[in-house]
């Protein structure tokens, strides 16, 4: 350890400086500590958002597709958990919003599935006695 002298005045500079890094250290991991903790929420609060947007577009999709008529049931289900999903972010409960979303986007691509089904299903019938109607003129005018 060999320059280590006793001087008071060369004493009281080190530790000067090493009190002065131990601030701006702390300082610098509370400011740190505070950007990460509102980047933190700022992103949380950005995937709430967009899970949010989404979860509307299917909704406004399943109404648009006719699921108030086939599927009514689900749509129902799907604008409840959205008007709770709403709620839970505007009360910052971000996580609870996310997964009502969530829920709410699953009901709605349900009520969307059920109503393209459903029409289908509806075209087909229509195609079968369509169907049977061409089938009863043509046995008609063969006898």
């Given at each position: 350890m060999g320059a280590l002298t006793l001087q008071p005045d060369s004493l009281e500079v080190k530790m000067k400086d090493i009190?002065?890094?131990?601030?701006?250290?702390t300082m610098s991991l509370v400011a740190f500590a505070a950007i990460f903790t509102a980047a933190c929420a700022t992103t949380e609060k950005r995937d709430t958002a967009a899970q949010l947007a989404v979860a509307r577009t299917t909704v406004a999709d399943a109404v648009s597709a006719g699921a108030g008529e086939y599927a009514a049931v689900e749509l129902k289900t799907a604008q409840e958990n959205l008007d709770a999903a709403e709620k839970a972010a505007i009360a910052h409960d971000y996580k609870v919003a996310v997964r009502l979303g969530e829920k709410a986007q699953i009901?709605?691509?349900?009520?969307?599935?059920?109503?393209?089904?459903?029409?289908?299903?509806?075209?087909?019938?229509?195609?079968?006695?369509?169907?049977?109607?061409?089938?009863?003129?043509m046995d008609r005018t063969t006898k």
């Open positions: 009190s002065g890094f131990k601030w701006y250290r009901n709605a691509q349900l009520a969307s599935s059920k109503t393209r089904a459903a029409k289908a299903q509806k075209a087909a019938d229509a195609l079968k006695d369509s169907n049977r109607a061409l089938q009863d003129e």
